[in-house]
């Protein structure tokens, strides 16, 4: 089921896990020490350090066995991992805002290669002006450079989805690398009960490690590895479109894999989570406001206050938007007759949130296919570490359900302009 | 069987007439000081040996002694099967038990180098001791010396050449004949990283799906060679499986945009061959500048304007050349060295030391590769113009470790004219005589600086 009305999960026998109190960047090195990658590279920027540095303590206290290599910015990072995983490592890292867009260059090249790299963005606003804080700019900035790009709402929810992480990446059918973004700040400092799952439990899930099958650097298989592709008039432009759909056609794969990793995951460790995109009492709703990250909590805990006031609000929540979700989101969004949309970054180009401007490509085919046509609107907040409360959502909930009867109007509402 | 052999070789200028030669051959072969018995005969041009009413300018020595020849004349001429080459040694040999003293060798012979030794009524010819001439050592003015370079072709002539034939290099391209060599002597078990330029622009990393390689090859970024390497390397250690890991990158991706990731491997000691092809620019995407460009070269980004015709000063690059193999010596790497194409078996030398380096350590090799495409010379200049950079001190040839520090492997005590070595090429043709001083000035400068670098560290 690509479209989940979260229930207490149907669970076969009950796995021992321990139970722990951490913060998000502890939980997804704690996750990554289960997933058992072979190398790590590392390279502090904030909010992702304390990340990086609970890798390094877990391989110093033995409790994790990876090679790590404090390179010396964030392109080596992520080029040492590229080596790593063409001679068959399993490769990890973690990165953020101004170390992103650093490390951009490899980064384009690592879904190009195949390379099932798995890497945190644990998300950062874009600079200038300075910022160190939270926020989804950089993450939305290479949302189109071919990694598969999952997003958490809690705690728990980066410990699991970064073993998952794994999986998926290394999944024959997508061979894609794979960034698990976590909120700085809001997840990366929170701190919050999480059960972490027994190392032999992962193991099993995890299952057999082959990540090079597809191109390798190694003597006893010598092939060009990534050659050059010659130019028009030759054979090169063709093999190249080949390539490119080929990549497409994982990103396509990986909606199918990103839900049977979690409905397995859902089956051994008795947490399930929406896939790619949650639906929160959408069914009976009349509009809905649509969230990504861990501003989630606050949304939902509006819409109860709302539903409890009489007012037929629904939230739609997007985990997986990267490949982006068209069939599950048409189908949350065929429930209902009007949208707000509400994003933690600016798409400059449009003038309104990103994530709200890739959802109009969804309304488009929701009118061409059901003849329904959506108003909408965009909402931008929690920029630069900002707090969208649950009075911002709110103030979203009023002006969305205002669609119903009114004009949508075409400039996006920034919720934390006058905090 | 080789195809190269060793042979003695005689510098007129630097030979005095003393004859200590002879002596020495004679007591070696004869157990007398008979000159005359010697197989090794030093023989005045026109002039005295020991005539003190020459100058030493005026007076020229020749040299009769036999070269080994590759074909020689005396072994055709020899009716008796008494002469024959050794396939191994090259060395001529001659069999008392066949020779019927009919002297035809000594008539086929046109460098003296077999003749009749009166005491004894038959030929004698120099047998190089066996590799170790007894003439070469005694020789004070260094006129004599037992030439092994070409060895390295008897050694290395039939290890597989791990590229593809027919690269499209440019004609004469010394980077080819580098690639070449140098793969076949790191050998199969390795991984390949040549970032963009002109090592896998002629094609060695493949076009199109095909490789031009033997050994597993992949085209990093310009940017990230040394640690894309290192990951591979890493990983190999990991399941312990010995792998050399080798990067055959340009100068302007070592020195310019990839110098972080250089940098940061060198400093973490990743275990792997780094070699800079440093044909001083960025040749492959059309001749521009880099860091590693020397002062006053012709670039298509430091191109010579107008003003030059004008009388203007010439123009070229404005500022010098970055020392980059020095700056890997202040990353106290395992192994560091410079080399040149021009001298072949320190090279090879070099090459051996960079790859036992490189098991531990980061080990980094610097060869300097003249390009005849980008430095404006003929094809078949290649060699002359590699040799002429050392030859003037342009280029020093040294090598480095933490525990033996800096050491001139091919020091040259009496550098030519940096002139002979600038006229070599077009790049330097509109070159200033104020700017021809700058280079000279510079030259001399880096000997001592870098010889005072060599003197401060352990030796
Ligand atoms: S002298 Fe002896 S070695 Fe010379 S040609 Fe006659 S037989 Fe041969």
Known sequence: MSTTTLEKPAVGAPTKQKVMLCEGNEAAALGVALARPDMVAVYPITPQSSLVEHVAKLIADGRMDADIVDAEGEHSVLSVLQGGALAGARTYTATCGPGLAFMFEPYFRTSGMRLPIVMSIVTRDGITPQCVWGGHQDAMTVREVGWVQIYCETVQEVLDTTVMAFRIAEDHDVMLPVNICLDGN?????????????QSDVDAFMGAKDVNWHVALDPMKPMAVDPLTGGSGGKGPATF?????????????ALGVIEAVHAEWASRFGRSYAPLVEEYRLDDAEFAIMTLGSMTGAAKDAVDEAREAGRKVGLIKIKTFSPFPVEALMRALSKVRALGVVDRSVGFRWNCGPMYQEVLGVLYRLAREAGTVLPAMSFIGGLAGADITIGH?????????????????????????ND | M??????IAFDPAKCDGCGDCMTACAQAKTGTIDRARSRIQIVGRGDTIKDATKDATEKAFELALCRQCADPKCVTVCPAGALAKDGASGVIGWDASKCVDCLLCTVGCAYGGIALEEATGHVSKCDTCDGKPACVPVCSKGALTYVTTANIYNEVGDWEDLFAPGLAGCQGCNTELLM???LRRVGPDTVLATPPGC???????????ATGTKVPVFHPLLTNTAAMLAGVKRQFKRMGREVTALAIAGDGGASDVGFQSLSGAAERGEQMLFMVVDNEGYMNTGMQRSSCTPYGAWTSTTPIGAGC???????GKTQDAKNLPLLMVNHRCAYVATASTAYMEDLYAKLDRAIEASKTGFAYVHVYSPCTTGWRFASDQNMEVARKAVETNFVMLWEFTPDEGL???????????????????????????????HIQGKVEENIRFIKRFAAALPA
């Open chain 2, 180 to 182: 070449r060599h140098t």
């Open chain 2, 199 to 209: 090592v896998p622009g002629m094609g060695s990393v493949g076009f199109n799906g």
């Open chain 1, 186 to 198: 809001y997840l990366s400092y929170g701190t919050s009960r999480v059960e972490l799952p027994e």
């Open chain 2, 407 to 437: 050491n001139f492997t091919r020091p040259v005590d009496d550098p030519l004219p940096v002139t002979d070595y600038l006229k070599a090429m077009g790049r330097f043709r509109h070159l200033s005589p104020a700017q021809i001083e």
């Open chain 2, 309 to 315: 015709a004008a009388g203007q000063p010439a123009q």
């Open chain 2, 2 to 7: 080789g195809r190269a052999y060793s042979t």
């Open chain 1, 393 to 417: 959502f709110h103030r979203v909930i009023d002006a969305t359900e205002r669609l119903l009867d009114g004009p949508a109007p075409n400039e996006p509402v920034w919720l934390n302009e």
């Open chain 1, 241 to 253: 479109v080949r390539y490119r759909k080929s990549q497409c056609r994982g990103m396509q794969n």
